[in-house]
T-cell receptor
């Protein structure tokens, strides 16, 4: 396991459709973060998990967004009823706690809503 | 008020010069500071972390932290065209609810051959 893996790398969807992204963290990392990045901006925090527990959600995460990490390993981020404003790069990162090492990002999933 | 501010770019330097990238943050309780490099269309890549006041050097990169002034910077010596990218400053709080990274908008560096 050499790093954080995200799937798919690219997703084009029609407005109103549901999409789901997957993130596999570095195997020994118990913390997993989701961020969203739009053009010209830094990544914005969406939510994070410690093991299977979702510990914090941003106000950016509307009720159309849901994230899970059922077994404390991989995580999924689902967006229901997609809107054009959801078009962005969705980034996953992982780290360890309490050792609290730096967070390493996956390649990202670029979502385009048409 | 933005929590992490990076001075507006883009920044252009000639090859071989020193590039200086600056960042200020608003949360005085912030504990950990990071610089990520992001090439166009790619994800952020961690290049430096710093946790205590002073300088930290790693190869051509030096991170500087001044918690009293709430200021963190990145110096890139002997800049190379391959350093051309967007550099993101990120800050993490003490823990618990502050475990997330807060990013600045980034500054785009262009190194001219």
């Amino acid at each position: 396991d050499t790093g954080v893996s995200q799937d798919p790398r690219h997703k084009i969807t029609k407005r109103g459709q549901n999409v789901t992204f997957r993130c596999d963290p570095i195997s020994e990392h118990n913390r997993l973060y989701w961020y969203r990045q739009t053009l010209g901006q830094g990544p914005e925090f969406l939510t994070y998990f410690q093991n299977e527990a979702q510990l914090e959600k941003s106000r950016l995460l509307s009720d159309r967004f849901s994230a899970e990490r059922p077994k404390g390993s991989f995580s999924t981020l689902e967006i229901q009823r997609t809107e054009q404003g959801d078009s962005a790069m969705y980034l996953c990162a992982s780290s360890t706690y309490p050792k609290n090492t730096e967070a390493f990002f996956g390649q990202g999933t670029r979502l385009t809503v048409v | 008020q933005k929590e992490v501010e990076q001075n507006s770019g883009p920044l252009s330097v000639p090859e071989g010069a020193i590039a200086s990238l600056n960042c200020t943050y608003s949360d005085r309780g912030s504990q950990s500071f990071f610089w990520y490099r992001q090439y166009s269309g790619k994800s952020p890549e961690l290049i430096m972390s710093i946790y205590s006041n002073g300088d930290k050097e790693d190869g051509r990169f030096t991170a500087q932290l001044n918690k009293a002034s709430q200021y963190v910077s990145l110096l890139i010596r002997d800049s190379q065209p391959s350093d051309s990218a967007t550099y993101l400053c990120a800050v993490k709080g003490r823990g618990g609810a502050n475990s997330k990274l807060t990013f600045g908008k980034g500054i785009t560096l262009s190194v001219r051959p």
